[in-house]
């Protein structure tokens, strides 16, 4: 892909970048104040909310950059996103949600959730061994998230006003938070999409190759919602959002995104080499490392933050040095 690397060209593709940051950090602030309220006003759980209403809406530009991705047969950039971005946010975002912020999540509220996902990443894990997800395997796959949804629906109602709400209710304060969840989620996937493609750009203006951008800049590109809603969340001090945020967008990535792209092809989606023997191991051993000690434990502690953010760098250095070429 040739860029033109006039001084109009370079000006345009920071101006862009920038407006694409300064988007995803206010939208992130109005989603979790509005996030925030609707589980207090309703009574359920931060956690409930975090995992599906929040998860979904940060879920949107890895679905939207992967059902793309399939619709023009690219099936490569489809799978490498939704796994890599199911990387980055556990090795990066939970990362640093665990070491900024105790987590108060109990094994009864994150633990089903948990099982779940470390389930779909082993399926992934078996069912790509041969190269290729099936229209099949992605079906059985897809079960995982219905399970995951009527799961929520069960804790909603079974913890619904668990949580004592301390706000106003009104007519005015619901529109208002409604409107703010629906702008903030807007300015997100709008400001991730800006920092995709012009930080994509730049990357290549400075020689990056293409195989590097597609497994780190998409990927983590495509996460940035998610970080943003985690840095805000640290910032007001809710890490049961975050944290719920993340398990919930890592099974709708892996359990909704692929199996989608699948059925969008119609035949098996192509796993290339790098996904195969790298991305997927790779998914699996970070969200273990994070999810299993807060099994056995109980709770998520600040170490495990440190352990699957040493895995992460881990994971890159690898990539780069073995498939950088």
């Given at each position: ?6 001084g ?6 920071l ?10 950090i ?6 979790v104040?509005?996030a ?5 006003a309703?009574?359920i759980p931060?956690f ?13 530009p890895e ?20 796994v ?11 990362c640093?949600?665990?070491i ?19 389930a779909a990443i ?19 796959i897809?079960?995982?998230f ?11 109602r ?5 949580e004592?709400?301390t ?11 409604l409107?703010?969840f ?6 997100i ?31 983590i ?5 998610e ?13 049961t959002l975050?944290?719920?945020?993340i ?7 892996l ?5 989608l792209?699948a ?18 191991p ?9 999810l ?12 495990i ?6 895995l992460?760098?881990?994971y890159?250095v690898?990539?780069f ?5």
């Open positions: 892909m040739h860029i033109d690397l006039t109009n060209s370079l000006f345009l593709i101006l862009l970048f920038a407006a694409g940051l300064g988007c995803i206010k939208g992130g602030d109005l989603f104040d509005a925030t309220w609707i589980a207090e309703s009574g931060k409930i909310i975090g995992a599906t209403v929040v998860s979904f809406a940060t879920t949107l679905m939207l950059v992967s059902v793309f991705a399939a619709l023009e047969g690219n099936a490569d950039i489809a799978v490498g996103n939704a890599g971005s199911v990387t980055a946010n556990t090795g990066l975002i939970m640093l949600a665990l900024c912020m105790p987590c108060l999540m109990t094994r009864k509220q994150f633990g089903v959730k948990a099982c779940l996902l470390l082993a399926g992934l894990f078996g069912f790509t061994r041969d190269g290729r997800l099936s229209v099949a395997e992605g079906a059985a897809l079960v995982v219905a399970i995951f949804l009527a799961e929520n629906i069960l804790s909603g079974r913890e619904q006003g668990t004592a709400a706000v106003e209710k009104g007519k005015k304060q619901t529109l208002t938070n409107l703010k629906a702008l903030g989620a807007a300015a996937v709008l400001g991730a999409q800006l920092l995709i493609d012009n930080g994509s750009a730049l990357a290549r203006l400075a020689g990056v190759p293409d195989a590097i951008i597609a497994a780190t800049m998409i990927a590109g495509t996460s940035l919602p970080l943003v809603t985690t840095l805000t969340a640290i910032k007001k001090k809710q890490a975050s944290v719920g945020n398990i919930g967008a890592n099974i709708m990535d359990t909704l995104i692929l199996p792209c059925l969008i092809q119609g035949k098996p989606l192509a796993v290339e080499r790098q996904g195969m023997l790298l991305d997927i790779a998914c699996l051993i970070i969200s273990a490392a994070a299993v000690p807060a099994l056995v434990g109980g709770k998520f502690r600040r170490w933050g440190f352990l699957v953010g040493g992460y760098v881990a890159l690898v990539m040095t073995c498939f950088g070429a």
